[in-house]
């Protein structure tokens, strides 16, 4: 059945999505590779692992990388600069919860980080992301995602772009 297939996709990639964060976050830990080398490195990981293609892998840690720009930009939004460490205090419990690890162990890559993030993100329906308030660009209805998921088409007018608060 189609809709039970779409389904354990997703609950996969959600499964792979949180995968990836955690994996990064041991890596981090270890302290020999940056935020980009990790983030790699993960999805390199769980695909060779063999639960995963290469392609879902690839797939989801566009969203992880997005998700974690994000949160560096929600938390340091207003400000001229970016130096030094985000204190996991001030980022919001959405983000707060899920990258706090992996923001406070790239003190040295963040301003790097935060000027990519400059850049417009867009979260669009089909795409997995962090809990958080998500605003229709085209009505403005609002969706408060509690877990990690995919993105719903917006429950008023059915478009499918997105930006994102916590
Ligand atoms: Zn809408």
């Not at 999805?43 to 840690?61: N, Y």
């Not at 669009?124 to 229709?136: D, H, I, Q, R």
């Amino acid at each position: 059945m189609a809709e039970n297939n779409e389904e354990k996709n997703e609950q996969e990639e959600i499964g792979l999505y949180e995968k990836i964060i955690a994996r990064t976050e041991e890596l981090l830990g270890s302290g020999r590779k940056n935020l980009d080398e990790a983030l790699k490195r993960a999805g390199d990981d769980l695909s060779s692992a063999g639960s995963f293609t290469r392609e879902q892998a690839e797939k989801i840690s566009i969203f992880v990388k997005r998700d974690i720009q994000h949160a560096i930009d929600s938390t340091d939004r207003g400000r001229e600069t970016v130096k030094g460490a985000v204190d996991p205090k001030r980022v919001a419990v959405g983000a707060h919860s899920l990258f706090s690890k992996i923001l406070s162990n790239t003190a040295e890559t963040l301003s790097d980080w935060a000027k990519k993030s400059e850049q417009h993100l867009e979260f669009k329906t089909g795409e997995v992301t962090s809990p958080g308030a998500l605003t229709c660009k085209n009505c403005g209805e609002a969706i408060h995602m509690k877990n990690t998921a995919k993105i719903p088409p917006c429950p008023k007018c059915h478009q499918t772009i997105y930006r994102k608060s916590y």
